[in-house]
């Protein structure tokens, strides 16, 4: 019976069924506990040992920054825009997250064989759905809990205020969020969708994001406030917490008895369909899950990525965009490159995106001094170097299978240099288009700044593509000092060597610009460490392209 519909109560063996597996599962439920208690019992060391000081120091702060009547007024005006951004944030994540898992997700084994057997599905799928509402309901809480303090902390309410405000978002948003995932998971037509939508759903993001830093400013828009609250559970949940940090939003009461109402009668209706998941759907979202555990698990990253991205590709229409072919051997890389990049555009609103959250984090750090302003600048280096590397996909893509590059006239290792050419000059392009507006205030050294910090990342992307399977045995080779064992931070390095020594090298160069006043030495110095550090990026990506060759 591989049908969901040949079920009938005639034949119900279900009981039966559930009673044998789980005394089949007994021995493998107990290790599992065990090894998720070890788990749970190391990160609650972990908090406690690093988290807790953080926590501190970040509360301090924020109540000496809150002290201070400006930054008092910034936190209250960002607010309305600030709570929607975060809440229409969850939907897309929700949304996005069911095109590959989704609230209804079963093991391989159950997915493969007993839903093809006499079973009642709802009474094996719907203890799935509840588990995943439940889980969602903790996060949302303990998230509410959070929000409250923050609250408490920085003035805008008292504790107890400051919690009752943000229950109802912790409670409802994320049952909403679960519910929407559920009907992208049920229904393929839907999730179609929205793969077409998000690069919209994403527009709609920046543009909150924009206006956020617009009101704290001090350039607010009441209107659109307003729209924003009343436009639908994203606003009525950010509504209490707007009335109760002191701002305009005086109907809370309604809109929250509207949040309630539509959660509850959300949740009803997708309880009640949670059994109708398609099990073709259940079983592509087992495999995929499956994969992605155990590679977690080898900390294989790349891999994941590669089989989440698989999954949320599926169903879509793939475009067959094409450029003139180039007559020289030496331009076929950047031609299929570029070609690579015009087929998938969404990499190429990523690193836009990318590039301009660099560039929005190199204006503050302009304003700032200190280590604020050192902070600020690796976070901006950090956003340009994701920026290039969503250009540099085709390196990647050949490195992780070599008879990929079995077309190739070139040797595998000067191949892997050709890649790096697309991904600097788009990236520089990016680069030179972001720093517009601040050569239009006056700082025209932008211009040459941003845009040769691309070269240098696009070399640590593609050393990062070469450097050959995950190296797990550094986690183990044991280096024991009086603060423990340092292991996992030789692996750590050894895994994000690339991008640790490109920021790192032009954060030096690039604060040294900002403390100097951008100087015609600064300057000179900052394009003459940015090509140095590209030339010795290349070096040793040949080096690793020859190596992952020969093995």
Request: charge should be positive; proline fraction near 5%; charged fraction near 15%.
């Amino acid at each position: 019976m591989s049908d969901e519909t040949a079920w009938t109560p005639e034949y119900d063996r279900t009981s039966e069924t559930l009673r044998w597996l789980r005394d089949k599962r007994r021995s493998h439920r107990s290790r599992r506990n065990r090894d998720l208690g070890v788990i749970g019992y190391s990160l609650v060391l972990l908090a406690g040992g690093y988290g807790t000081t953080f926590v501190y120091r970040f509360a301090k702060r924020l109540e000496h920054a809150a002290a201070h009547g400006d930054a008092l007024e910034a936190i209250r005006r960002t607010l309305p825009a600030g709570l929607v951004l975060l809440a229409l944030s969850l939907v897309v994540l929700a949304a996005r997250d069911a095109l590959w898992r989704g609230p209804v997700i079963v093991p391989g084994p159950d997915a493969a064989w007993l839903l093809s057997q006499p079973v009642d599905r709802a009474r094996v799928l719907r203890p799935y759905f509840r588990l995943t509402a439940g889980l969602a309901v903790v996060a949302g809480v303990l998230c509410a809990v959070a929000g409250g303090i923050l609250l408490h902390l920085t003035g805008l309410s008292s504790l107890g205020t400051g919690l009752a405000s943000c229950l109802p978002a912790g409670l409802c948003l994320p049952l909403l969020a679960v519910v929407l995932a559920l009907q992208v998971e049920r229904r393929t037509s839907l999730g179609i969708r929205v793969r077409a939508w998000t690069p919209y759903a994403v527009l709609l993001l920046v543009m909150l994001v924009a206006q956020t830093g617009w009101a704290a400013a001090g350039h607010r828009l009441p209107v659109l406030e307003q729209v924003e609250l009343w436009s639908g559970p994203w606003g009525w949940a950010a509504q209490p917490v707007v009335h109760a940090a002191g701002g305009s939003a005086h109907t809370w009461p309604a809109a929250v008895a509207l949040l309630v109402v539509l959660t509850a009668a959300a949740t009803r209706y997708a309880h009640t369909v949670s059994a109708t998941v398609p099990t073709t759907q259940l079983r592509a979202r087992a495999a995929t899950a499956t994969t992605v555990a155990s590679v977690m698990w080898s900390v294989e990253l790349r891999a994941a990525k590669l089989a989440v991205s698989e999954a949320l590709g599926r169903d879509g229409h793939k475009s067959r965009r094409r450029l003139p072919t180039p007559r020289s051997k030496y331009l076929v890389v950047m031609w299929r490159d570029a070609v690579a990049l015009l087929r998938a555009p969404g990499r190429v609103g990523s690193a836009a995106l990318w590039t301009a959250a660099g560039a929005a984090t190199s204006g503050l750090a302009a304003s700032l001094d200190g280590r604020s302003r050192v902070a600020a600048v690796v976070m901006a280096l950090f956003f340009g170097y994701l920026a290039v590397g969503q250009l540099a996909e085709s390196a990647r893509w050949e490195a992780d299978d070599l008879r990929r590059s079995s077309w190739s006239p070139f040797r595998f290792a000067t191949l892997m240099l050709h890649h790096a050419i697309v991904p600097a000059g788009l990236g520089a392009v990016l680069a030179c288009l972001a720093a517009i507006p601040f050569a239009l205030k006056g700082a025209g050294w932008a211009l040459l700044v941003m845009p040769v910090c691309a070269l240098p990342f696009a070399a640590a992307s593609i050393v990062a593509a070469v450097r050959g399977p995950v190296r797990s045995e550094l986690l183990f080779i044991g280096i024991p000092t009086p603060f423990g064992d340092l292991s996992f931070f030789v692996f750590l390095f050894w895994y994000a060597a690339p991008l640790l020594i490109s920021v790192t090298t032009l954060s030096f160069a690039l604060e040294a610009v900002l403390a100097h006043g951008a100087g015609v030495e600064a300057l000179a110095c900052m394009v003459l460490v940015s090509l140095a550090l590209t030339a010795v990026l290349l070096l040793g990506a040949s080096h690793l392209a020859r190596k992952l060759r020969r093995h």
